[in-house]
């Protein structure tokens, strides 16, 4: 496993560690404990203040829990940004102009001969075309290899019905920008999931990025892309406390 790349100041930070060894099997099965999700009211966490990346095109804000849509052309940089960190999220593109090409997780492990990209990498559509490229990646690590949650892995897996699911938002923010996107669940790309391959079992740690931790793609092709703020909160995979995200699109040397 390559090592992960961090900035200064975004290993824990702003973000809200619950102490170090923290983790919970992909599937714990039903009936067992539940730990609670956290308030974090009174954190006074706020925004980290935007650097800059050349003219900023577009900001969209992504309430925890909840999906939202941007577009970014080919030569613009695309940033997918943690506002309180610890927190992970799922991500969607599509060709604009042909949406049953998309982002494939499974074609780019294939295509890179990896587990994880790295920055400079490629990551490729189910047609094995270069769609987006890791320029700058301030956590460095990313899970290509569990789907995004569902409803179905809540009701299996904790016996709980009409959870938020990162599937469930990202249909419903997809829909609402046009029926043509479907979201299928194994095309989403878990940014910035700590999920760790221990003895041939998949086991997601809690993040270790802290407030403000980013990662900047070079947009390829023209793309239509989602972002879901991950809902979970019954495993580690957001410190049991889901937070905002944002989606930015620079145009660089603006």
């Not at 194994?186 to 270790?208: C, D, I, L, Q, Y």
Request: proline share 7%.
């Amino acid at each position: 496993m390559h090592r992960a790349r961090r900035h200064p100041g975004h290993r824990g930070g702003a973000g809200r560690r619950r102490g170090a060894g923290a983790a919970l099997a992909q599937h714990p099965g039903a009936g067992r404990a539940l730990r609670a999700s956290r308030s974090r009211a009174g954190d006074g966490v706020s925004a980290p203040p935007i650097e800059q990346r050349g003219k900023l095109v577009e900001e969209v804000v992504v309430p925890a829990r909840e999906a939202r849509v941007a577009t970014a052309r080919a030569g613009q940089v695309l940033q997918i940004v943690d506002l309180e960190g610890q927190q992970v999220g799922d991500l969607m593109a599509y060709l604009t102009e042909d949406p049953t090409e998309y982002m494939s997780p499974g074609h780019t492990l294939s295509c890179l001969t990896k587990l994880m990209p790295e920055t400079g990498d490629e990551v490729f559509s189910n047609h094995r075309t270069p769609l987006l490229r890791i320029v700058r990646d301030d956590v460095g690590t990313h899970d290509m290899i569990v789907p995004c949650c569902d409803p179905e892995r809540y009701s299996r897996d904790y016996g709980i019905e009409d959870h938020p699911s990162c599937l469930a938002s990202l249909q419903k923010a997809l829909g609402e920008a046009g029926s043509k996107f479907a979201a299928p669940g194994e095309s989403a790309w878990n940014v910035f999931m700590n999920n760790k391959h221990e003895e041939g079992r998949v086991v997601t740690h809690e993040p270790e990025h802290g407030a403000g931790a980013a990662m900047d793609l070079e947009v390829l092709e023209d793309v239509t892309v989602a972002l879901s703020a991950c809902p979970q909160d019954l495993t580690p995979c957001n410190a049991f406390n889901p937070t905002p995200m944002a989606i930015r699109v620079w145009e660089p040397g603006g």
